[in-house]
């Protein structure tokens, strides 16, 4: 089992940025991938960016150039980085990590972007 513990969500001004932080504790050492979804009420969770052990990343189109994913495996924590945040930003991100064939889950942290 592993447990995520997200951080850093909050409101902020178009143009603006915010780090969310997510730290994971319990069975890390067989967590590969980790990364950031994100989800709007009613609609689907969709991807924002992953990172593996190695630190090759993949980034939603929509957020390239724009948001930073990093990783510290020492501190089996993951970083989003978000500049130039949009009011279509506004959502709730949810921190994940992969082991195996399972995938966990955070608990969300809401990140508003007002215009």
């Known amino acids: 089992q592993v447990q995520l513990v997200e951080s850093g969500g909050g409101l902020v001004q178009a143009g603006g940025s915010l780090r969310l932080s997510c730290a994971a504790s319990?069975?890390?050492?067989?967590?590969?991938?980790m990364g950031w979804y994100r989800q709007a009420p009613g609609k689907r969770r969709d991807l924002v960016a992953t990172i593996t052990k190695g630190g090759s990343t993949n980034y939603a189109d929509s957020v390239k150039g724009r948001f930073t994913i990093s990783r510290d495996n020492a501190k089996n924590t993951v970083f989003l980085q978000m500049n130039s945040l949009k009011p279509e930003d506004t959502v709730v991100y949810y921190c994940?990590?992969?082991?195996?064939?399972?995938?966990?889950w955070g608990q969300g942290t809401q990140v508003t972007v007002s215009s």
């Open positions: 319990g069975s890390i050492d067989s967590i590969n991938i």
């Open positions: 994940t990590a992969k082991s195996g064939l399972d995938m966990y």
